[in-house]
């Protein structure tokens, strides 16, 4: 497959996010934890050494949650952080927990919320939570309608209270997020999206108008990474690796997408931060979007 390297288009490197400028390439915590994202990690130094590693690359946005081990991410991120950096901005996660056997079960009262945000606040270390976003649990696998206003009322009351600064969703459809927005302003969007999962191609549109991020989980395909020989291709011609490529063309794709990979390895760190200086040109991007219609 011949490809042209000309007019390549270099992605912004930051977007305006909770207040400040971050850095787009951030990074997901949910590996940190043992299998399953339950119990332990196989190695808790280096599980250390990654998120030490991921500052000195310049990542200044983490993604975690409570209920990832649970517990387990939020104490290894403070361990190996704190006291954090003026700069580093931590968006965690509430709406669910795990069960003894690590099975995830909504907990969507308004008790349960608070009782999540404490949990963040006590293993993080902190007096105030950055960004928290409300995981939308009534269908655990995608973005399903259903009323939302007792669980904002109670975000935006703990907001008012200083608890917490800023709130997000996650697996939200577009009316939730409307209906969101009328009870506190949300600053990002955590929905599954990536080269080959386009359902939100119109929102994350919506939300770059209004300057709102697009944090897509599972941008590497997930627990099944993506698999296109058309992506391989690319890749081989650009001398990167098919995930790199797959995340640079998420760059590409609006400026307010911010990335958040994660990893428990130091090595495949360095190579995802690759993406940020990546260019991709005209033609290449286009590539890789057939790539992701083919598959709709």
């Given at each position: ?55 000195e ?20 991120i ?6 954090y ?60 309608e259903?009323?939302?206003?007792r ?46 999962h386009?359902a ?97």
């Amino acid at each position: 497959m011949p490809l042209t390297t000309t007019h390549t288009a270099m992605p912004a490197q930051t977007f305006l996010f909770a207040g400040r400028a971050v850095n787009r390439m951030g990074y997901g915590a949910m590996q940190l934890a043992g299998p399953g994202v339950f119990g332990p990690p196989r190695d808790r130094e280096e599980a250390v050494a990654v998120l030490r590693e991921a500052l000195e690359r310049g990542v200044n946005h983490i993604d975690t949650s409570d209920f990832y081990g649970p517990h387990v991410t939020n104490r290894i991120i403070r361990e190996a952080l704190h006291p954090y950096p003026a700069d580093l901005t931590i968006a965690t996660k509430v709406g669910a927990v795990r069960d003894a056997a690590g099975a995830w079960l909504p907990a969507l009262e308004p008790a349960d919320i608070e009782r999540a945000v404490h949990d963040n606040l006590r293993n993080l270390g902190l007096d105030t939570l950055d960004v928290v976003n409300l995981r939308i649990m009534g269908d655990v696998h995608k973005p399903s309608e259903g009323p939302i206003e007792r669980q904002m009322e109670a975000l935006a009351d703990m907001r008012e209270r200083g608890l917490v600064r800023h709130i997000g969703v996650s697996n939200a459809t577009a009316k939730q997020i409307d209906d969101a927005e009328k009870i506190a302003p949300i600053v990002c969007v955590q929905n599954h999206y990536n080269l080959v999962h386009r359902a939100d191609d119109t929102l994350i549109d919506s939300l770059a108008a209004r300057g709102i991020a697009y944090v897509p989980f599972f941008p590497l395909g997930g627990f099944t990474p993506i698999q296109s020989s058309a992506l391989s291709d690319i890749a081989r011609s650009l001398g990167a690796t098919p995930m790199v490529v797959a995340l640079s063309w998420l760059l590409h794709r609006a400026p307010n997408i911010l990335l958040i990979p994660g990893t428990s390895s130091v090595a495949h760190l360095r190579d995802n931060l690759t993406a940020g200086p990546l260019g991709l040109s005209a033609e290449v991007l286009a590539q890789l979007d057939a790539i992701g219609k083919a598959q709709e």
